[in-house]
C-alpha cells in the first residue's frame, strides 16, 4: 500500500494479538493475520484483514512480521521451521518471556537472515494505540527506526532501549514487580483501615499522596546507587528508623488479625541489611540484599 502504508502481519490472535492486528487495519495498513485457531480472526477479516492460510504465507505477505503468542517456545513452533522464507524480513516479537530467551530468539533470527525486534508490551490489550501507552523495543537501531512510524501506532510511548534485546524482558519483569509490589501493600493497607470502619475509597486519595511522595525517595536512592560508592547517605531517615517503623506496622497487623506475611518479609530484609552494617544508611541499602553475589 505504498512506503507510508506498509502491509504488516500478525502472527497470535489472542486478545492482545487482535488488538495489535486491530490498531494496523484502523491505520489503514494491509494486514495479513494467522492462528492456529482461525475462528479468531473473524472480527479482524470482516474489517479487512486478510486471514493466511500457513504461517509461512502470513510472513511471505509482509517485510514486517509482528509475533505475539503465548511463549517463545511457540515463536519457534510456529515460525522456526520456515528457514529461507524469513531472509530479509524483519521480526518484532512481543512474545513475553525472559532475557535469555529474547537472546538467544536474535541470534536465531540472525542466522536466518532475518532483523529482529524484541519488545514488551506494558499496557493490557484495551490500551494498545493509546498516546499514553508504553512499548519496549531493542534491537538495531537502524531497524526499530525504519519501522517506528508503524510500531508507533500501537502506543505513543513506543521506546527503544538499545541494542541488548534482553532489555524489555527486564524492564517487563521489573515493573510487573513494582506493580505487584505497590499493589499488596495498598491491599494490606486496606485491611488494617478496615477495621477501623474507614472504606478503600476514603483511603484512597491519601495512598495516592503517599505514593507521590515515594517517587522523591526512590529518586533519590536511585542517584545514590548509580554513585557505586556504597555510601547511602541517609538524607531522608536511616534504615534503622525505617526498621523501628516497620515494627509498629507488623505489630498492629498483629493485634488487628491482619496477615503479617508482607511486613515481616519486610522487616526480616532489614534486619539482614542492618545486620551487614548499614544501620544508619538510607533505604537504597536495601538493594544489597536484592543483588546477586559478585563473581
Given at each position: 500500500?505504498?512506503?507510508?502504508?506498509?502491509?504488516v502481519s500478525?502472527?497470535g490472535l489472542g486478545?492482545?494479538?487482535?488488538?495489535?492486528?486491530?490498531a494496523?487495519l484502523?491505520?489503514?495498513?494491509?494486514?495479513?493475520?494467522?492462528?492456529?485457531?482461525?475462528?479468531?480472526?473473524?472480527?479482524?477479516v470482516?474489517?479487512?484483514?486478510?486471514?493466511a492460510?500457513?504461517?509461512?504465507?502470513?510472513v511471505?505477505a509482509?517485510d514486517?512480521?509482528?509475533?505475539?503468542?503465548s511463549?517463545?517456545?511457540v515463536?519457534?513452533?510456529?515460525?522456526?521451521t520456515?528457514?529461507?522464507?524469513l531472509?530479509g524480513?524483519t521480526?518484532?516479537?512481543?512474545?513475553?518471556?525472559?532475557s535469555a530467551?529474547?537472546?538467544?530468539?536474535?541470534?536465531?533470527?540472525?542466522?536466518?537472515?532475518?532483523a529482529?525486534?524484541?519488545?514488551?508490551?506494558?499496557?493490557?490489550?484495551?490500551?494498545?494505540?493509546?498516546e499514553?501507552?508504553?512499548?519496549?523495543?531493542?534491537?538495531?537501531?537502524?531497524?526499530?527506526d525504519?519501522?517506528?512510524p508503524?510500531l508507533?501506532?500501537?502506543?505513543?510511548?513506543?521506546?527503544?532501549?538499545?541494542?541488548d534485546?534482553?532489555?524489555?524482558a527486564?524492564f517487563d519483569v521489573?515493573?510487573?514487580?513494582?506493580?505487584w509490589?505497590?499493589?499488596?501493600s495498598?491491599?494490606?493497607?486496606?485491611a488494617?483501615?478496615?477495621?477501623?470502619g474507614?472504606?478503600a475509597?476514603?483511603?484512597?486519595?491519601?495512598?495516592?499522596?503517599?505514593?507521590?511522595?515515594?517517587?522523591i525517595?526512590?529518586?533519590?536512592?536511585a542517584a545514590?546507587?548509580d554513585?557505586?560508592?556504597?555510601?547511602?547517605?541517609a538524607?531522608?531517615?536511616?534504615?534503622?528508623?525505617?526498621?523501628?517503623?516497620l515494627k509498629?506496622?507488623v505489630?498492629?497487623?498483629?493485634a488487628?488479625?491482619?496477615?503479617?506475611?508482607l511486613?515481616?518479609?519486610?522487616e526480616?530484609?532489614m534486619?539482614?541489611?542492618?545486620?551487614q552494617g548499614?544501620?544508619?544508611?538510607s533505604?537504597a541499602?536495601?538493594?544489597?540484599?536484592?543483588r546477586?553475589?559478585?563473581?
Amino acid at each position: 500500500m505504498g512506503d507510508n502504508h506498509p502491509s504488516v502481519s500478525v502472527i497470535g490472535l489472542g486478545l492482545m494479538g487482535q488488538a495489535l492486528a486491530a490498531a494496523f487495519l484502523r491505520a489503514g495498513h494491509a494486514t495479513t493475520v494467522w492462528n492456529r485457531s482461525a475462528d479468531k480472526a473473524r472480527g479482524l477479516v470482516a474489517d479487512g484483514a486478510v486471514l493466511a492460510a500457513t504461517p509461512g504465507d502470513a510472513v511471505a505477505a509482509s517485510d514486517l512480521v509482528v509475533v505475539c503468542v503465548s511463549t517463545y517456545d511457540v515463536v519457534h513452533d510456529v515460525i522456526g521451521t520456515l528457514g529461507d522464507a524469513l531472509h530479509g524480513k524483519t521480526l518484532v516479537n512481543l512474545t513475553s518471556g525472559s532475557s535469555a530467551q529474547a537472546r538467544r530468539t536474535a541470534e536465531w533470527a540472525k542466522r536466518n537472515g532475518a532483523a529482529y525486534l524484541d519488545g514488551a508490551i506494558m499496557i493490557t490489550p484495551p490500551g494498545i494505540g493509546a498516546e499514553t501507552s508504553v512499548l519496549f523495543y531493542a534491537g538495531d537501531r537502524a531497524v526499530f527506526d525504519a519501522h517506528e512510524p508503524v510500531l508507533k501506532l500501537l502506543g505513543g510511548g513506543t521506546t527503544h532501549l538499545g541494542t541488548d534485546h534482553g532489555k524489555p524482558a527486564l524492564f517487563d519483569v521489573s515493573l510487573l514487580g513494582l506493580m505487584w509490589g505497590a499493589l499488596n501493600s495498598f491491599l494490606h493497607g486496606v485491611a488494617i483501615v478496615e477495621t477501623g470502619g474507614v472504606k478503600a475509597r476514603e483511603f484512597l486519595p491519601w495512598a495516592h499522596m503517599w505514593l507521590d511522595a515515594i517517587k522523591i525517595f526512590t529518586a533519590d536512592y536511585a542517584a545514590q546507587i548509580d554513585a557505586g560508592d556504597g555510601k547511602f547517605p541517609a538524607h531522608d531517615a536511616t534504615l534503622e528508623t525505617h526498621l523501628g517503623a516497620l515494627k509498629h506496622l507488623v505489630e498492629e497487623s498483629e493485634a488487628l488479625g491482619v496477615d503479617t506475611e508482607l511486613p515481616k518479609y519486610s522487616e526480616a530484609l532489614m534486619e539482614r541489611v542492618i545486620a551487614q552494617g548499614h544501620a544508619g544508611n538510607s533505604y537504597a541499602s536495601v538493594v544489597q540484599a536484592y543483588r546477586r553475589p559478585a563473581r
